[in-house]
Structure formats: C-alpha cells, structure tokens
C-alpha cells in the first residue's frame, strides 16, 4: 500500500476513534495538516511529470523526423551513385 493510502487510512481511523470535539484532537490535527501537505507534494510531482512526458514525447518527435530525415537522404544518395554507375558502365 503507498505512503498516500496509509495515510488517509490511518485519518479515517484517527477519526473514527476520535473522542469530544475534532478540534481538541492536537494528533488528529497534525495529520490532517501532514496528509494535506503530502498530497499538495503529489499533486506537483504529478503535474511536474506531466510536463516531463510532454518535453519527452517532443524529444522523441524531433529525434524521430532527423531519423527518417537521414535514412531518406542516405536512400536518395545511394539512388544517385547507382544511377551514376548504370550511366557510366552501362
């Protein structure tokens, strides 16, 4: 189980076993605001990657054109040494 589940887990059972006014619960208090900032820290990572798989799939898009860009340009220069050659010794 992820750190994340734990967490809301161990909330749900603080809160379930919580005696008198939420509020008075110094412990119960403390997590909430731990489980609320480890889940600010999720959210940006998440969307930090999000932006790294967007710069990724770029890269790989720009990789891939130069790729077909030499393989045509390697195919088009043999295409004219094979002309030249049917022209010279033919």
């Not at 008198?20 to 998440?46: A, F, M, N, R, V």
């Not at 030249?84 to 033919?90: A, E, P, Q, R």
């Amino acid at each position: 189980m992820c750190m994340f589940s734990y967490r809301n887990v161990y909330v749900f059972r603080l809160l379930n076993e919580a005696e008198g006014s939420l509020l008075d619960d110094e412990h119960l208090l403390i997590t909430l605001q731990t489980s609320k900032t480890t889940s600010q820290d999720i959210k940006e990572q998440l969307e930090t990657a999000e932006e790294t798989e967007l710069q990724i799939d770029s890269a790989r898009e720009v990789v891939m054109l130069a790729f077909y860009e030499q393989i045509y340009l390697t195919c088009n220069t043999l295409s004219n040494i094979h002309r030249f050659l049917l022209l010279k010794f033919v």
